[in-house]
T-cell receptor, first 115, second 114 residues
Framework: AQSVTQLGSHVSVSEGALVLLRCNYS??????LFWYVQYPNQGLQLLLK??????LVKGINGFEAEFKKSETSFHLTKPSAHMSDAAEYFC?????????????FGRGTSLIVHP | DSGVTQTPKHLITATGQRVTLRCSPR?????VYWYQQSLDQGLQFLIQ???????AKGNILERFSAQQFPDLHSELNLSSLELGDSALYFC?????????????FGPGTRLTVL
């Protein structure tokens, strides 16, 4: 079984400030972890993913996330927020092997960027 | 543009009716996934097809059914519609069905049941 918890349904930051979106997961098998972004009236787009290897993963648009097994976390960060980053962000987990390969998504975090 | 297309973009219908949502995967993708996104349930996996065959089933109601055709497009059929079926329905596709395969999402169909 696997699950994802995204802390905070809304996160508000000022333009230029650090973005931190939190994701904790639960998985009975080694996980693959994903962050997706959804802009208004659009589908989900993959930002970045962790499968194996380096635990710090860099994605598109300046985002990165670090897989911390001991904390079962995969938080998403960006050093400096831009107005165009305002969107809904989803963390997802799926089994690396031996379990369901269908991803389980978190409830999403809405990122609000103030000028 | 992910390369996944969904029609129609919006659908408004009445309770008790039946609708069909259509999805065309990216060229070369064999696997199609259907998701339902609602405010109270979040993004829920419904069903997956791979090369024409059902591969995995999630939280799909018995009133709902899907199929994937030889040309790999897929249709999601929703019948005896209820108010609670109002949601965004997404289709996603991937090359195969492995755990590392990236899913590419379509823009969604917004269903409103009145």
């Amino acid at each position: 079984a696997q699950s994802v918890t995204q802390l905070g349904s809304h996160v508000s930051v000022s333009e230029g400030a650090l973005v931190l979106l939190r994701c904790n997961y639960s998985s009975s098998v080694p996980p693959y972890l994903f962050w997706y972004v959804q802009y208004p009236n659009q589908g989900l787009q993959l930002l970045l993913k962790y499968t194996t290897g380096a635990t710090l993963v860099k994605g598109i648009n300046g985002f990165e996330a670090e897989f911390k097994k001991s904390e079962t976390s995969f938080h998403l960060t960006k050093p400096s927020a831009h107005m165009s980053d305002a969107a809904e962000y989803f963390c997802a987990v799926r089994a690396a092997s031996g379990g369901s390969y269908i991803p389980t998504f978190g409830r999403g975090t809405s990122l609000i960027v103030h000028p | 543009d992910s390369g996944v297309t969904q029609t129609p973009k919006h659908l408004i219908t009445a309770t008790g009716q039946r609708v069909t949502l259509r999805c065309s995967p990216r060229s070369g993708d064999l696997s199609v996934y259907w998701y339902q996104q609602s405010l109270d349930q979040g993004l829920q996996f419904l069903i997956q097809y791979y090369n024409g065959e059902e591969r995995a089933k999630g939280n799909i109601l018995e009133r709902f059914s899907a199929q994937q055709f030889p040309d790999l497009h897929s249709e999601l059929n929703l019948s005896s519609l209820e108010l609670g079926d109002s949601a965004l329905y997404f289709c996603a596709s991937s090359v195969q069905t492995g755990t590392s395969d990236e899913q590419f999402f379509g823009p969604g169909t917004r269903l409103t049941v009145l």
